[in-house]
Every structure is written in structure tokens, then in C-alpha cells.
């Protein structure tokens, strides 16, 4: 059972550059998010799906924008990177019963923008 | 979503008793407290989750007084491995909601 799965783990784009960080699930979960962390720093929610083919902002969407491409797939673009998006990027799907929710992240992709 | 404030860290030797308060003045009448652990380079990991009154689990205990406008995780006995970030959540369990994160509580823990 491989859970949250991320890729790539580290990256380096230049300025302006695009790129797509990929995230899949085998967990069945309906709930995915993406959030960023940069050094020192707590984790800022960018964006989240409460279920397939939805898509909600987060704290900071500016730059980014996600697809919900199955239940298993929730991927973010970077359409044109620049120097503050450097971070590492972590992608967490969650499962909600009743009364628990427990969130499981991935490993985390780290970016630099330079 | 309930707002919450934690120590930005503490300290502790090897086989001591911590204790971590978080504060949620405004917590809603649906909100559930989780506590998640993050080390260096990983996500986070779930720790613990309650309601009201007492959570123990194999890894911590989550205490939580009646009027639930804080609450405490205790990790009994911490070792060096327990050297990590703790962030305190509050929010409602069984729909879809933001997540969010603050800047958690930094452990370290020392011989």
C-alpha cells in the first residue's frame, strides 16, 4: 500500500518555467490538498478538492492553479515559477468518517526556483 | 474555522513528561482537536484526535477540559526521536473543509 504518492521529489526551474507536480492516492479517499512549507515555517494550504471535480482556493492560490484529474490524481501548475514558490510542496488526501478525519501526506516535493 | 495558538517551542530531557497546550477560544460546537507530528524533510503524521474529556492512544494521551476552549497533548516519557513539530488542529470532521495548518509547536528534546 503505497498511500500518498508524490513526484517528482526535488525539482529546479528557472524563472518563468512551468511545470505540473504530480499526486495520487491508493487510498480511496475523496479529499485532496496541496500545501506549501517554506523553511522554518508551518504549512499554508494552496489549494483542496473535497471530492472528485472539485476544486476550492486555500490560503495562498496566487501562482498555482490544481486539477482533480480522478479520484486518484490531484496535480498543481505552476504556470510561470518564480523565486518566492520556492518550497517544498506537500499533497495530504484525508479520509472523513464520522467522527475521525485523519490526513496522510506524501513525502513532499521540494522546488527551487531560480 | 477555530483559531488556534500554540508555544512556538519547547524544550525537554529524555524520559520527561510533555505536555503541549493549545488554545481555541472560538471552537465550534462540530470541531474536533487533532494533533499532527512533523519531523524534518516529512509530511506530517496524525497523532491523536478528540472531542471532549480524555484520548489516549499507543503514541499520546489528548486532554480536554469541559468548556474545550484548549486542550493538551501529552507524550509520556519523549526520547530523542520525539524531536519534531507538533501543530494543533480544529475544525469539523465528516465533511470537506480547509485544512489548515498553523506554525506548530517545536519539540527538542536533548540527553
Known amino acids: 500500500n503505497a498511500g500518498v504518492t508524490q513526484t517528482p521529489k526535488f525539482q529546479v526551474l528557472k524563472t518563468g518555467q512551468s511545470m505540473t507536480l504530480q499526486c495520487a492516492q491508493d487510498m480511496n479517499h475523496n479529499s485532496m490538498y496541496w500545501y506549501r512549507q517554506d523553511p522554518g515555517m508551518g504549512l499554508r494550504l494552496i489549494y483542496y478538492?473535497?471530492?472528485?471535480?472539485?476544486?476550492d482556493k486555500g490560503e495562498v492560490p496566487n501562482g498555482y492553479n490544481v486539477s482533480r484529474l480522478n479520484k486518484r490524481e490531484f496535480s498543481l501548475r505552476l504556470e510561470s515559477a518564480a523565486p518566492s514558490q520556492t518550497s517544498v510542496y506537500f499533497c495530504?488526501?484525508?479520509?472523513?468518517?464520522?467522527?475521525?478525519?485523519?490526513?496522510?501526506f506524501g513525502q513532499g516535493t521540494r522546488l527551487t526556483v531560480v | 474555522l477555530a483559531k488556534t495558538t500554540q508555544p512556538i517551542s519547547m524544550d525537554s530531557y529524555e524520559g520527561q513528561e510533555v505536555n503541549i497546550t493549545c488554545s481555541h477560544n472560538?471552537?465550534?460546537?462540530?470541531?474536533?482537536i487533532t494533533w499532527y507530528q512533523q519531523f524534518p524533510s516529512q509530511g506530517p503524521r496524525f497523532i491523536i484526535q478528540?472531542?471532549?474529556t480524555k484520548v489516549t492512544n499507543e503514541v499520546a494521551s489528548l486532554f480536554i477540559p469541559a468548556d474545550r476552549k484548549s486542550s493538551t497533548l501529552s507524550l509520556p516519557r519523549v526520547s530523542l526521536s520525539d524531536t519534531a513539530v507538533y501543530y494543533c488542529?480544529?475544525?469539523?470532521?465528516?465533511?470537506?473543509?480547509?485544512?489548515?495548518f498553523g506554525t506548530g509547536t517545536r519539540l527538542q528534546v536533548t540527553l
Open positions: 495530504a488526501s484525508i479520509i472523513r468518517g464520522q467522527k475521525d478525519t485523519e490526513a496522510f
Open positions: 478538492s473535497a471530492s472528485e471535480g472539485t476544486t
Open positions: 472560538n471552537i465550534a460546537t462540530n470541531d474536533y
Open positions: 488542529l480544529v475544525g469539523p470532521t465528516g465533511t470537506a473543509s480547509k485544512l489548515t
Open positions: 478528540g472531542y471532549k
